[in-house]
T-cell receptor, first 115, second 110 residues
Framework: DAMVIQNPRYQVTQFGKPVTLSCSQTLNHNVMYWYQQKSSQAPKLLFHYYDKDFNNEADTPDNFQSRRPNTSFCFLDIRSPGLGDAAMYLC??????????????FGPGTRLTVT | RKEVEQDPGPFNVPEGATVAFNCTYSNSASQSFFWYRQDCRKEPKLLMSVYSSGNEDGRFTAQLNRASQYISLLIRDSKLSDSATYLCVVNLITGNQFYFGTGTSLTVIP
């Protein structure tokens, strides 16, 4: 049974047209992450939520926003996609790793194409 | 300086060979270490956590050297199905930040 679900699996959007990617989880983990991964590169952390607390990485462009309306769902909004934003977007969850050691569980990813 | 560095390879090895990957990390506040496997166009999947005493899971052995700030993964008796990219992942003691290496590509050849 899928534990971290991402929709859609493939998304095509036009240059500058806002797009929203969604992620849901059945693990009841309190931490959710969004990563961007381009071909032959490591996943790059964009931001994460610890419960409702939003933590942005310093180098994440303002073009990327996120919402977490409840424990189960988290959204990635790209306000004005550019050609350079074409990538695989990975959602992950984990238990709170502060003082502990818990692995991340990944969804299957959404592959974004910008035309 | 990158948080986590890996030799990207590629490593091309024959079936049955033993292959080792290393990974170095820069932040001494790193507390937890993992190896993930990622197949082409798929999501990363946990291969194994890395414990201070070293740990083994079948053909896979992981080691941690905190003094030198590196971790390693040894794969014995390589199978064709081991072909993938292996990602080294480090978690900081401050909590919920995981940093990935660029991955090491392995191809096992018949």
């Amino acid at each position: 049974d899928a534990m971290v679900i991402q929709n859609p699996r493939y998304q095509v959007t036009q240059f500058g047209k806002p797009v929203t990617l969604s992620c849901s989880q059945t693990l009841n983990h309190n931490v959710m992450y969004w990563y961007q991964q381009k071909s032959s590169q490591a996943p790059k952390l964009l931001f994460h939520y610890y419960d409702k607390d939003f933590n942005n990485e310093a180098d994440t462009p303002d073009n990327f926003q996120s919402r977490r309306p409840n424990t189960s769902f988290c959204f990635l909004d790209i306000r004005s996609p550019g050609l350079g934003d074409a990538a695989m977007y990975l959602c992950a969850t984990s238990r709170d790793s502060t003082g502990g050691s818990y692995e991340q569980y990944f969804g299957p990813g959404t592959r974004l194409t910008v035309t | 300086r990158k948080e986590v560095e890996q030799d990207p390879g590629p490593f091309n090895v024959p079936e049955g060979a033993t292959v080792a990957f290393n990974c170095t990390y820069s932040n001494s506040a790193s507390q937890s270490f993992f190896w993930y496997r990622q197949d082409c166009r798929k999501e990363p999947k946990l291969l194994m956590s890395v414990y201070s005493s070293g740990n083994e899971d079948g053909r896979f052995t992981a080691q941690l050297n905190r003094a030198s700030q590196y971790i390693s993964l040894l794969i014995r008796d390589s199978k064709l199905s081991d072909s993938a990219t292996y990602l080294c992942v480090v978690n900081l003691i401050t909590g919920n930040q995981f940093y990935f290496g660029t991955g090491t590509s392995l191809t096992v050849i018949p």
